[in-house]
């Protein structure tokens, strides 16, 4: 599904914060990744979705290069991939009530037909009621937010989701939900998952297979 | 003064926000509980339910829209009713040191770490002239372990554990014999978390001051929670729901109230799995136990008020031990 090799990359000119590292995730795999704060897996983990262009090393999805990242990635490639960042509040629209929040992936790829029904079909799967749909962020607490964000990474139907410490900011019981949530639409549609955290009980609990950041280089 | 004498002695604290149109949001209701000298409370619950309102009403930091009932001793002076000049001149960092949120947020920015702290040293302490404030600041970096060398650092030069020690060494400038932390472990890895919490129990019973501080630690984790709390309050929907002994309450025998349970089991090193549904609205509360709609012990009589003390539940769960 998806291979990183030798990545580096970073935000400045000869000061990589990833360097040289190497990852796969087999199609319907989940694979924790596993480090602590500041090592750089969340830059591996905009990598791996096709947010940051790395200084060198090839990304392979489905076994072929990618060669464009961020717009300039085809649509099909983009759209096979879901993410869920780790603060939900610094990537929701404030304008957007959580309805339109969800829907948005949709409208952008000229599906917005298929906005009711998807809508209402994930917000039950994430733990949405209906009441909360016409809120706004600013009226929602972090765990609801993160709900709707998880049901946008999850409304174009990704084959494989990146979790970015998804459940860092929240409480314990919000945490499993979310994590029952994201297994639920795996189990149903055989998709993959790369969880990037720093909760080594989290990840061994959750995924198939933990690699720590130290083993990758 | 007795020296066991709790630091702060809470009663009936509710606090209700006014919203357009009638609204009223009841975000804390009737909370009750102490702090002795060192002592660590921690107050737990979801995001949401009315801990960090708590932590604003203590600190007279409510929006102008809040309304208080109940009382909040530090001592002989009742917090809530406390006027701007008493909490700016006397309480805020005098008698409750804050240990913020994210302290990467909570530092000015464009100054660096040794001017933060003696600006808060001259403030707060006696201490004048400018190598007697000098040596103050870095007696005070001492204390709450950040290293001298990185005293000339901007905030944004620091790890998040090394702001943290930034942070914690300015909330214990004023000495205040109660000190206040809220969330402040969120988004740190479990090592800095392991090593944040240690940090703040050294200063709950200082050997090296002798002094015994009373710490109020709001969190939403439990693990933390668990390694610094001699005493753990559960929050649910704006009510402590259960204030129990923190061995108890994470060992075998376990907490008492059905989410106080249900907290425990969504720990991924546990059963792993979530409490059904979502918290309640604070600003349409039932009448009665507001966890009721999601409790699988839950029967008619929890439409009523639940009961006062330190377990509100009717139908509570029953130690081992009692029952044989």
């Known amino acids: ?217 | 003064m007795d020296p066991m004498a709790p630091v702060l002695s809470v009663r009936g604290l509710s606090v209700r926000f006014l919203l357009p149109r009638g609204r009223r949001v009841a975000a804390v209701t009737d909370a009750r509980f102490d702090v002795a000298p060192g002592e660590c409370l921690a107050l737990i619950g979801e995001s949401g339910c009315g801990k960090s309102v708590l932590a604003s009403a203590l600190l007279g930091l409510l929006p102008g829209n809040a309304q208080t009932a109940g009382s909040a001793l530090l001592g002989d002076l009742d917090l809530l009713t406390a006027d701007e000049r008493t909490l700016a001149r006397t309480v805020r960092g005098r008698l409750i040191g804050l240990v913020p949120q994210s302290p990467a947020a909570h530092l000015t920015p464009v100054r660096t770490v040794r001017s933060q702290l003696e600006e808060t040293v001259a403030t707060l302490t006696a201490t004048r002239g400018r190598a007697a404030l000098r040596a103050a600041a870095e007696a005070a970096a001492e204390r709450a372990a950040f290293p001298a060398d990185h005293l000339d650092r901007h905030p944004h030069q620091l790890s998040g554990g090394l702001a943290q020690r930034a942070a914690t060494a300015l909330a214990l400038v004023g000495d205040a014999p109660l000190l206040l932390a809220d969330e402040p472990t969120t988004g740190l890895d479990r090592d800095l978390v392991d090593r944040t919490v240690d940090e703040l129990r050294r200063h709950v019973d200082d050997p090296r001051d002798g002094r015994r501080r009373a710490l109020l630690m709001i969190t939403h984790d439990l693990a933390a929670a668990e390694r610094i709390a001699d005493r753990v309050a559960v929050m649910y929907a704006g009510r402590i729901v259960e204030l129990a002994d923190a061995t108890v309450f994470f060992g075998p025998a376990g907490p008492r109230h059905p989410y106080s349970r249900g907290l425990l089991r969504a720990l991924p090193d546990r059963a792993f799995t979530a409490i059904p549904g979502m918290p309640p609205e604070l600003g349409d509360l039932p009448a009665g136990c507001a966890f009721a709609a999601r409790c699988d012990r839950a029967t008619d009589i929890c439409a009523g008020p639940p009961p006062p003390g330190t377990l509100a539940c009717h139908h509570p769960h029953v130690p081992e031990d009692v029952r044989a």
């Open chain 1, 1 to 217: 599904m998806l291979e990183l090799r030798s990545i580096t990359a970073g935000y400045a000119r000869n000061a990589p914060v990833v360097r040289d590292v190497s990852l796969s995730v087999a199609p319907g795999e989940s694979v924790g990744l596993l480090g602590p704060s500041g090592c750089g897996k969340s830059t591996l983990a905009r990598v791996a979705a096709l947010l940051h262009r790395p200084d060198s090393g090839t990304l392979l999805l489905d076994g072929e290069p990618v060669r464009h990242w961020r717009h300039r990635a085809p649509r099909a490639r983009r759209t096979a991939i879901g993410v869920v960042f780790q603060q939900a509040r610094l990537s929701a629209d404030p304008r957007l009530p959580l309805t339109d929040l969800i829907a948005e992936p949709l409208r952008a790829t000229g599906r917005g037909g298929e906005v009711p029904a998807r809508v209402a079909e994930l917000a039950p799967a994430v733990g949405l009621t209906p009441d909360l749909l016409t809120r706004r962020p600013h009226e929602v607490s972090d765990g609801q937010l993160q709900r709707a964000c998880l049901a946008r990474a999850l409304v174009l139907r990704p084959r494989l989701l990146v979790c970015d410490e998804m459940t860092a900011m929240l409480d314990a019981s919000t945490a499993a939900a979310l994590v029952a949530a994201v297994e639920d639409y795996r189990a149903a549609t055989g998709a993959a998952l790369l969880a990037v955290g720093h909760d080594r009980t989290l990840l061994e609990r959750w995924c198939d297979r933990t690699v720590h950041w130290d083993g990758l280089a």
